[in-house]
T-cell receptor, first 115, second 114 residues
Framework: ETGVTQTPRHLVMGMTNKKSLKCEQHLGHNAMYWYKQSAKKPLELMFVYNFKEQTENNSVPSRFSPECPNSSHLFLHLHTLQPEDSALYLC??????????????FGQGTRLTVV | AQSVTQLDSQVPVFEEAPVELRCNYS??????LFWYVQYPNQGLQLLLKYLSGSTLVKGINGFEAEFNKSQTSFHLRKPSVHISDTAEYFC????????????FGKGTKLTVNP
C-alpha cells in the first residue's frame, strides 16, 4: 500500500460511454499526476496538477478530461474513447511538482479496456 | 530533451543468479536518475535514485545501480535474485534545472525461474 488509491481497478467501457477514474492520496502531497501505460511503450505523462492547478497537459486528446477538486483527489473523466485508449492508467503524487528529490508515489492503476 | 533506452525488454534468469538490467540515457544537461519496479498488478515503486554524490547507489531489496557519466548509463544490479524479484523494472531520467519531469524507459521484464 503506497498511500495512493485508485478506483476502479478494472474498467470495461464502450466507445460511446462516459466513465470516470478516481485517485485519492492521503500523504499530504501537493502534486498529482496521471500517466498512461500501454504495452511495449514507455510510461506517458498525461497531466500534472500542482496545488489543484493544472500545470501540464501533454497534448492529450480532449476525450480525456482531468479534474482536481482538491490536493487529495484527482479524477480522469472519459468519453467517446477509442480502442487504442485501452491501457493501464496510473495516478501518482509527490510533495511538490518539479522537485525530484521528493519521491513520486504511484497507485495500483486502473486497467481500462475500450470495446 | 532527455530520453531513456532500456536495451533488454525481457531478462530471464535462474534463482540466486546475478542480474544486470541495462539503462542508457541521453541528455544535454546533468540529470537525476531513477529505477522503479512494478510487481504484477501493482503500481510503480521507487527502488533507488541518483541525485548527486557517490555514483554507486544502493536501494531496497538488495538492488544497487551505478551512474556512469562517460557512458551515460545507470545499470541496475543484484548479486543474487529471488523468485519474488520477478517484476518489470523501469529506468527514468529527469533533467536538472529543467522541468524535472520524469521520462521513463520502456521497461525490462525480469523473470526469475526456480
Amino acid at each position: 500500500e503506497t498511500g495512493v488509491t485508485q478506483t476502479p481497478r478494472h474498467l470495461v467501457m464502450g466507445m460511446t460511454n462516459k466513465k470516470s477514474l478516481k485517485c485519492e492520496q492521503h500523504l499530504g502531497h501537493n502534486a498529482m499526476y496521471w500517466y498512461k501505460q500501454s504495452a511495449k511503450k514507455p510510461l506517458e505523462l498525461m497531466f500534472v496538477y500542482n496545488f489543484k492547478e493544472q500545470t501540464e497537459n501533454n497534448s492529450v486528446p480532449s476525450r480525456f478530461s482531468p479534474e482536481c477538486p482538491n490536493s487529495s483527489h484527482l479524477f480522469l473523466h472519459l468519453h467517446t474513447l477509442q480502442p487504442e485508449d485501452s491501457a493501464l492508467y496510473l495516478c501518482a503524487s509527490s510533495q511538490d511538482e518539479g522537485r525530484v528529490e521528493t519521491e513520486a508515489f504511484f497507485g495500483q492503476g486502473t486497467r481500462l479496456t475500450v470495446v | 530533451a532527455q530520453s531513456v533506452t532500456q536495451l533488454d525488454s525481457q531478462v530471464p534468469v535462474f534463482e540466486e543468479a546475478p542480474v544486470e538490467l541495462r539503462c542508457n540515457y541521453s541528455s544535454s544537461v546533468s540529470v537525476y536518475l531513477f529505477w522503479y519496479v512494478q510487481y504484477p498488478n501493482q503500481g510503480l515503486q521507487l527502488l533507488l535514485k541518483y541525485l548527486s554524490g557517490s555514483t554507486l547507489v544502493k536501494g531496497i531489496n538488495g538492488f544497487e545501480a551505478e551512474f556512469n557519466k562517460s557512458q551515460t548509463s545507470f545499470h541496475l544490479r543484484k548479486p543474487s535474485v529471488h523468485i519474488s524479484d520477478t517484476a518489470e523494472y523501469f529506468c527514468a531520467v529527469s533533467e536538472k534545472g529543467g522541468s524535472e519531469k520524469l521520462v521513463f524507459g520502456k521497461g525490462t521484464k525480469l523473470t526469475v525461474n526456480p
